[in-house]
Structure formats: structure tokens, C-alpha cells
């Protein structure tokens, strides 16, 4: 059983934090806003499509799947949908399930946040798509999120099933380190920028691609 301490888990996050150079700051702390431009690029070069579609497109498909392909998978999906064919014909990069979670966003005809929120439904998928809306408290907990809270080196192949409590615990412990970025790195960080710039940081330390 995962043992957590919310304040004591924090310094692990600080720990890492401290460990951020300049790039990765840069890089971690804007990262949800490109991926919020991403999607206002994409409600203009796609008409009839509304800003919570192109978001909740992108976190559906956000599972497994690298970002640079998970940008491209939500535009060929919103393509095809925009010029009136089936959204689940196109090929992706992550779980049916999440394609056929895409399209029925795609094809709502009132998308507003709350519906798609409910067809997205898992914890991190949910979170994924308020930090990209601009939720500032929001706390994506991926594996590498996981381990940087543990303070250990924990392949994502061995991320437990993280249940509700656990993540509200994570949450909290992210929140707490935001409280107190500005001595670990010099910037006065979100919950959300935190998780985001130690993700960076953790990933380039030991050597993941992008």
C-alpha cells in the first residue's frame, strides 16, 4: 500500500523542482498554455467546432500516445468529422475506447464542459483537459507525476491503480509545493505549472524522448 503524507510527499515534488534548469521551467511552465493555443488554432481552421471540443478531443486521445502524435491524431479526427465523415475511421495512437470518447465529443450537439468531462470520466484524462482549460489548482497525475511524488524512480509500467483518495492526496502535495516554488526555483508556480515543470524535469533527467 502506497504510504502518503501529503507535506512530506511535497518535498519530493520541491526536491525536484530544485532540479529544473531554466529551459525546463520555461518549457514546464507554459506547457498547458501551447496546448490551449493548439486548440484555439484548431476552433479556427475548423468551423463549427467549439474550444471544449478541441480540448476534450485531445485529452480523450491523450492516453499512451506521445504528445506530438496526440496533436495529430485530434486534427485528423476533427478533420473527418468537419467534412462530414466518421471521426472513428482514422487511425491512432492510444485505446479504441478513448477514439470512440473523441468522437462522441466531436459529435455532441451542446459540448459544453460538463458533458464532455462526463464522457471523458477517468481521473487523469478529466484533469488533463482542465489544465489545458486553464484550472490552475488541476493536478495531471501521470506515472512520471506518480514517481516524482513517491520521490523514486518508478517505471509507468509499475503505477499502481491510483484510486480517489490517493489522488486527492497527490493533488494536495502538488499544491503544497506551488505554495512554496519560488524558493525551490525562483518562480511562483500553480499547482498545475508545478506538476508540468518537475514532469519536464524528471523526463530530461532520465533521458526520455518527447
Known sequence: MTRVKPRANSRHILGMLGLA????????????????DISV???HAYDGLTLGQAIGVIAALSPNNKWARNVADAEAMIKLWHAGADPRTTKVCTYNTNKDKAAHI?????????????????QKVVAFYRCISGCRDTVCVDGHAFAIFMGERIP??????????????????????????????????????????????????????N
Not at 534548469?21 to 490551449?36: H, L
Not at 498545475?192 to 524535469?201: H, L, M, P, R
Open 21 to 36: 534548469s531554466a529551459a525546463d521551467i520555461t518549457q514546464g511552465s507554459s506547457w498547458y498554455q501551447r496546448a490551449y
Open 41 to 43: 488554432s484548431f476552433i
Open 106 to 122: 466531436l459529435e455532441l450537439e451542446s459540448p459544453d464542459s460538463e458533458t464532455i468531462q462526463e464522457i471523458l470520466s477517468g
Open 156 to 209: 509507468t509500467t509499475q503505477t499502481p491503480s491510483i484510486g480517489k483518495a490517493l489522488y486527492a492526496a497527490i493533488t494536495r502535495s502538488y499544491i503544497l509545493a506551488s505554495e512554496r516554488s519560488f524558493e525551490a526555483c525562483g518562480h511562483h508556480l500553480t499547482p498545475a505549472q508545478v506538476q508540468a515543470v518537475t514532469w519536464v524535469t524528471y523526463r530530461r533527467l532520465l533521458g526520455y524522448d
